[in-house]
């Protein structure tokens, strides 16, 4: 009987003993994954990070320079072989995954992630890597890696927009112009054609055609007298910036002036025509008002003086010039292109 007993309260102290050991053993905790870390050098900030990241996430990592007498693929075989579930290769901007097969010691799954070499966005890679790494690897339960922000991309400072006023432009434009020496004030109208060609200077051509004659001459003798000016020369004009509405220009240069009288009396009849021909040095300030992108309104101040004067003559002698000095006031529209 009291054997029996004996045999009883052995049986169930190694019971109670089988059961506790089966319980530590469920208790202590799984041994750490162990991923192999391959950088080219030592200092890869891209490897440095990726490390960090898993073992602030508790996984053992092994880091290890590439061999230059191996191959990459020959490499991680070895580390799958010696034990490590992963395998991660470091590149500047570049992470290569092996994942190893369940149940074997190969290779089971590779993955390359990649970003632009000089976007700045390596952090965010290597938490891409590590997340990758965690999901292939069945260890989803932890915490979520942090959001990372990428930063914006860097931007030169951008310029005040620039008009296009006076890269070319065309004007066309009608006003008052009057001279002293004996010929009224004309109405013309007139156009000019404009080029920027260096930094705020340009050049110009211009020409201004009579709408209207004055009768210039004597007490017995009356010509009807137009005057014509063509040239040009060169434009002083500061680009505008921005969203600005006015601006100002200015210019100087050379105009042949044409004075032409019908009806002077000659030796031999009464309705002759004379020419004179004459050069004036000129000056022009204008002020714009920009209407849309590229039309404005222009008002133009011209003024001179003639070097050499047209002249109207009669058989008698001169009855009139022009030029000396002149004045003229034009408004008009101009379209920039």
């Known amino acids: 009987m009291s054997g029996g007993r004996a045999r009883l309260r052995a049986t169930l102290l190694a019971a109670i003993l089988t059961i506790g050991a089966a319980r530590l053993a469920s208790a202590a905790p799984a041994p750490p994954v162990r991923i ?27 880091r290890s320079a590439i061999s230059p007498d191996l191959s990459i693929d020959e490499l991680v075989r070895q580390q799958i072989a010696g034990g490590a579930r992963a395998a991660v290769v470091a590149d500047g901007h570049r992470t290569d995954v092996w994942i190893a097969a369940a149940t074997v010691d190969r290779v089971g799954l590779r993955q390359e992630l990649e970003v632009e070499e000089s976007s700045g966005l390596q952090s965010v890679l290597a938490l ?27 931007t030169a400072p951008r310029e005040p927009s620039v008009s296009r006023d006076m890269g070319m432009a065309l004007d066309v434009s009608s006003g008052v112009l009057a001279s002293a020496g004996g010929v ?19 050049l110009e051509l211009c020409g201004y055609a009579p709408l209207n004659s004055q009768d210039v001459g004597d007490r017995t003798n009356q010509a009807h007298t137009t005057v014509w000016l063509v040239g040009g020369g060169v434009v002083v004009a500061p680009r505008r910036r921005g969203e600005r509405r006015l601006s100002a220009e200015g210019g ?16 031999t009849a009464q309705g002759g025509t004379v020419e004179g021909v004459g050069a004036v040095l ?16 222009r008002l133009d101040v011209l003024g001179g ?32 292109f």
């Open 36 to 62: 192999a870390l391959l950088a080219a050098t030592p200092d890869d900030p891209l490897a440095g990070r990726i490390e960090a990241e898993l073992r602030a996430l508790g996984f053992q990592v092994e």
């Open 128 to 154: 891409r890597t590590v997340e990758f790494l965690r999901i292939s690897l069945g260890l989803v339960a932890g915490p979520p890696p942090p959001e990372v922000t990428p930063p914006p991309p860097a």
């Open 184 to 202: 009224g004030p004309l109405a013309v109208v007139g156009a000019s054609l404009r080029a920027r060609v260096a930094w705020v200077l340009g």
């Open 252 to 267: 100087a240069g050379v105009l042949a002036a044409v004075a032409r009288s019908t009806g002077v009396p000659t030796a």
């Open 282 to 297: 000129y000056g022009r300030a204008a002020g714009k008002v920009r209407l849309a992108h590229d039309w404005a309104l």
């Open 305 to 336: 003086w003639a070097v050499r004067r047209p002249v109207v003559t009669f058989p008698e002698g001169d009855v009139a010039s022009w030029g000396r000095p002149f004045v003229a006031v034009l408004g008009g529209g101009e379209l920039s």
